[in-house]
C-alpha cells in the first residue's frame, strides 16, 4: 500500500493525512490496524522556533500544525515549555 510505504519511508502521519484528505487519526488507525510501528517525531529547536515565529505573526495552533506538519497539541506543548525555559534563563541571568 502506497501510503504505508511514503510513511516508512519518513513521511510523518500529519503530511500523510493532508495528502489523502483524511485526519491524522484515521492514518493512524490504519498503520495500528496494519502492524505498522509508530513513529515519534519530536519537534527540533529549528522546528520551534520556527512554530514560535508562525504563532507570534498570528496564526492560530491549527494553521502552524498545518504550515509545520505537527500536531496542534506538540506546538502548543513545545511553546509552553519554550516559554518556561526562557523565563528561567531571565531570571537567572539577572
Known amino acids: 500500500m502506497e501510503l ?8 510523518s502521519a500529519a503530511e500523510l493525512a493532508r495528502r489523502y484528505r483524511v485526519s491524522k ?4 488507525e490504519l498503520l495500528t490496524k496494519r502492524d505498522v510501528p509508530r ?11 520556527r512554530a514560535e515565529q508562525l504563532y507570534r505573526d498570528g496564526n492560530s ?3 502552524c500544525s498545518e504550515l509545520t506538519g505537527f ?5 502548543n ?3 509552553k515549555e519554550a516559554r518556561r525555559s526562557h523565563s528561567v534563563c531571565r531570571t537567572t541571568t539577572q
Open 4 to 11: 504505508i510505504r511514503a510513511y516508512r519511508d519518513g513521511a
Open 25 to 28: 487519526s484515521a492514518i493512524l
Open 39 to 49: 513513529r515519534y517525531q519530536s519537534l527540533t529547536e529549528g522546528d520551534i522556533d
Open 61 to 63: 495552533l491549527t494553521a
Open 71 to 75: 500536531s496542534a497539541s506538540s506546538i
Open 77 to 79: 506543548r513545545a511553546l
